[in-house]
C-alpha cells in the first residue's frame, strides 16, 4: 500500500511539475475571472431586494418586463418565465435572494467541459509519453508489478481531475464574492424544474449539477487513458478522445431513431436527462445507463491493463 501511496505521489508530482499544468490553471481562471467580470458589468442579474419594499419593486419589474414583450416579441419567452418566478415570489410571500457567489459557483459547472479537456491531456500523456521520453524501461525495472504502476497512473489522473474540479469551485466562488458578494452559507433561489418552479437549493443545484458532469468527466479520462496505454501515442488519444467529447451528443441524436443507440456511450453520459425526464433514446433508464458506464468503464480499464502488463518493451 505504501508502494502504491508512493508512486501515486511520484506521478503527481510529475503532473504538476510541468509548466503546461500550470498554463492550464492559469487559463481556467483567466476564463473565471473574466467570466465574473462581464457579468458583473453587463450580465442581467438579481439585484438585492429592499426587506419593506420588495414586492413592490418584484410587481414594477414585471410591469417593466410585460412593456419589453409589447415592444419586442422575441423577449417574449424569456421575459414571461422571469415574470413567472416574480410571481412565485410574491405568492407564496417569499423574498428573493440577490445574485451571489454561490449563484456563479453553479453557472460556473459550465467550466467542467474545459476541465474535461484537460484531463483528457494529461490521461493521453501520462503512459505515452513514457514510451515517448523512453522513461518506460527505467519505470518497469523497479520491483513494482506493472499492474500497481499502471494503477498509479490512473489514480493520479482522476486525482488531477478532483482537484482541477475543486479549484474551479473555489476560485469560481472566491471571483463570484468579489464581484457579487454572497447571500448566507445556503441561499435558495426559484427555479424552473421538470414539475414547474420550484424553491431550491443553490448548494444542492451545485452539487447535483457538478455530480453529474463529473461521469462524463471521469469516462471520456479513461478513454483517452486506455488510448495512451494501448497506442502510446499521446497526440492520437488527445485527438480521439476530444473529437468523440465533443461529436457525442451529435452521433447520438443521429441514431437516436434506431433502439440500439442506447448502447452508444454518449447516452449514457448524461444522467442529468433522468432528473430532466428527457431521455436520449425510448425506453431508457437511470438503472440502465448506469449499467452501461460501469461496463465500458470495466471494458476501457481491461484493455489498458491487459495491453500494458503484456507488451514487451525490450524494444523501445
Same mark, same amino acid.
Given at each position: 500500500?505504501?508502494?502504491?501511496?508512493?508512486?501515486?505521489?511520484?506521478?503527481?508530482? +510529475?503532473?504538476?511539475?510541468?509548466?503546461?499544468?500550470?498554463?492550464?490553471?492559469?487559463?481556467?481562471?483567466?476564463?473565471?475571472? *473574466?467570466?465574473?467580470?462581464?457579468?458583473?458589468?453587463?450580465?442581467?442579474?438579481?439585484?438585492?431586494?429592499?426587506?419593506?419594499?420588495?414586492? @413592490?419593486?418584484?410587481?414594477?419589474?414585471?410591469?417593466?418586463?410585460?412593456?419589453?414583450?409589447?415592444?419586442?416579441?422575441?423577449?417574449?419567452?424569456?421575459?414571461?418565465?422571469?415574470?413567472?418566478?416574480?410571481?412565485?415570489?410574491?405568492? =407564496? %410571500?417569499?423574498?428573493?435572494?440577490?445574485?451571489?457567489?454561490?449563484?456563479?459557483?453553479?453557472?460556473?459547472?459550465?467550466? /467542467?467541459?474545459?476541465?474535461? /479537456?484537460?484531463?483528457?491531456?494529461?490521461?493521453?500523456?501520462?503512459?505515452? =509519453?513514457?514510451?515517448?521520453?523512453?522513461?518506460?524501461?527505467?519505470?518497469?525495472?523497479?520491483?513494482?508489478?506493472?499492474?500497481?504502476?499502471?494503477?498509479?497512473?490512473? /489514480?493520479?489522473?482522476?486525482?488531477? @481531475?478532483?482537484?482541477?474540479?475543486?479549484?474551479?469551485?473555489?476560485?469560481?466562488?472566491?471571483?463570484?464574492?468579489?464581484?457579487?458578494?454572497?447571500?448566507?452559507?445556503?441561499?435558495?433561489?426559484?427555479?424552473? +424544474?421538470? *414539475?414547474?418552479?420550484?424553491?431550491?437549493?443553490?448548494?444542492?443545484?451545485?452539487?447535483?449539477?457538478?455530480?453529474? +458532469?463529473?461521469?462524463?468527466?471521469?469516462?471520456?479520462?479513461?478513454?483517452?487513458?486506455?488510448?495512451?496505454?494501448?497506442?502510446?501515442?499521446?497526440?492520437?488519444?488527445?485527438?480521439?478522445?476530444?473529437?468523440?467529447?465533443?461529436?457525442?451528443?451529435?452521433?447520438?441524436?443521429?441514431?437516436?431513431?434506431?433502439?440500439?443507440?442506447?448502447?452508444?456511450?454518449?447516452? =449514457?453520459?448524461?444522467?442529468?436527462?433522468?432528473?430532466?425526464?428527457?431521455?436520449?433514446? %425510448?425506453?431508457?433508464?437511470?438503472?440502465?445507463?448506469?449499467?452501461?458506464?460501469?461496463?465500458?468503464?470495466?471494458?476501457?480499464?481491461?484493455?489498458?491493463?491487459?495491453?500494458?502488463?503484456?507488451?514487451?518493451?525490450?524494444?523501445?
Amino acid at each position: 500500500m505504501s508502494n502504491l501511496v508512493n508512486l501515486i505521489r511520484n506521478e503527481i508530482n +510529475k503532473i504538476y511539475i510541468q509548466k503546461s499544468t500550470w498554463i492550464m490553471y492559469i487559463l481556467l481562471a483567466v476564463i473565471i475571472a *473574466g467570466y465574473g467580470m462581464l457579468t458583473s458589468f453587463f450580465g442581467d442579474v438579481r439585484e438585492d431586494y429592499s426587506q419593506d419594499s420588495w414586492r @413592490a419593486e418584484l410587481q414594477e419589474e414585471n410591469e417593466e418586463l410585460t412593456k419589453e414583450m409589447e415592444e419586442e416579441e422575441l423577449l417574449e419567452d424569456f421575459n414571461m418565465g422571469l415574470i413567472e418566478q416574480n410571481n412565485y415570489y410574491l405568492e =407564496n %410571500d417569499i423574498q428573493p435572494a440577490g445574485y451571489d457567489a454561490w449563484q456563479f459557483v453553479m453557472e460556473m459547472n459550465i467550466m /467542467l467541459s474545459i476541465v474535461s /479537456l484537460l484531463t483528457i491531456i494529461i490521461a493521453a500523456g501520462i503512459v505515452a =509519453n513514457e514510451f515517448r521520453w523512453g522513461t518506460i524501461k527505467l519505470l518497469l525495472i523497479r520491483p513494482i508489478s506493472r499492474s500497481k504502476i499502471l494503477l498509479s497512473k490512473y /489514480l493520479a489522473v482522476l486525482l488531477f @481531475a478532483l482537484i482541477t474540479l475543486l479549484f474551479v469551485v473555489v476560485f469560481s466562488w472566491v471571483i463570484g464574492a468579489v464581484f457579487f458578494g454572497v447571500q448566507g452559507l445556503n441561499p435558495q433561489i426559484v427555479m424552473d +424544474k421538470v *414539475g414547474g418552479l420550484e424553491y431550491v437549493s443553490v448548494i444542492h443545484e451545485i452539487i447535483t449539477n457538478y455530480g453529474y +458532469k463529473l461521469v462524463n468527466l471521469v469516462m471520456m479520462a479513461t478513454f483517452a487513458f486506455m488510448i495512451s496505454s494501448i497506442f502510446r501515442n499521446s497526440a492520437l488519444a488527445i485527438g480521439t478522445a476530444v473529437f468523440l467529447m465533443m461529436a457525442g451528443n451529435s452521433i447520438v441524436s443521429f441514431f437516436s431513431e434506431y433502439a440500439w443507440a442506447k448502447y452508444i456511450l454518449f447516452a =449514457n453520459t448524461d444522467l442529468s436527462q433522468y432528473a430532466n425526464d428527457a431521455p436520449w433514446v %425510448d425506453g431508457m433508464t437511470l438503472p440502465f445507463s448506469i449499467m452501461v458506464l460501469l461496463v465500458y468503464f470495466v471494458v476501457f480499464l481491461a484493455a489498458s491493463w491487459g495491453i500494458f502488463t503484456k507488451r514487451d518493451i525490450a524494444g523501445q
